[in-house]
């Protein structure tokens, strides 16, 4: 276990968002148990994703702050990795817990979730994501990462209220 815990270390303080989810541990005060818990991270991971968006005017600065402190945040990375939660991160996707996030379009059935057959469109490609996307993320006591995402307006989440979440 420790061989992936040193790979994870040195990943988590070589990205971006890594770096970005160590400050934001770090700026709250908490203890690495607690960043640990998937719920928890969830919330960690979108706010850190949110401080470090491309789309925001100090985008560039951000990024050069937070891999700046990666070197000096590896203690608290390994911290965090250490704890037995930490494994539910890279554990592999239960399908039996999956929540979808549906816009305004309808029900869906897992018959209707597919894998696209084409090409992506010019939208698409410029998107970064599939027209028509239904979105699933593993469930984490009362929420998930998208909904996290949502709540800290990472990415290119915009919900209709009320949200509307299928257990798949």
């Known amino acids: 276990m420790t061989a992936h815990v040193d790979e994870w270390v040195q990943q988590m303080c070589h990205a971006p968002a890594g770096c970005a989810f160590l400050l934001t541990v770090e700026e709250n005060d908490l203890a690495p148990a607690v960043a640990a818990a998937l719920p928890v991270a969830m919330h960690l991971s979108a706010v850190a994703i949110s401080s470090i968006d491309m789309w925001t ?8 702050l937070a891999l700046e402190n990666g070197p000096r945040l590896m203690p608290l990375a390994r911290e965090i990795m250490a704890q037995p939660a930490a494994r539910t991160w890279f554990a592999p996707v ?13 029900d869906v059935t897992p018959a209707e979730l597919v894998t696209p057959t084409s090409p992506p469109t010019g939208w698409e490609l410029y998107a970064q994501k599939p027209e028509g996307v239904a979105y699933s993320s593993t469930a984490a006591g009362d929420t998930c990462a998208i909904l996290a995402a949502m709540d800290h307006h990472a990415g290119d989440f915009y919900p209709t209220y009320p949200i509307r979440r299928y257990h798949l």
Do not use: A, C, M
């Open 94 to 106: 239960d399908r039996t817990s999956q929540r979808v996030i549906l816009g305004e379009e309808g």
């Open 57 to 64: 005017g100090d985008y560039s600065n951000q990024v050069v």
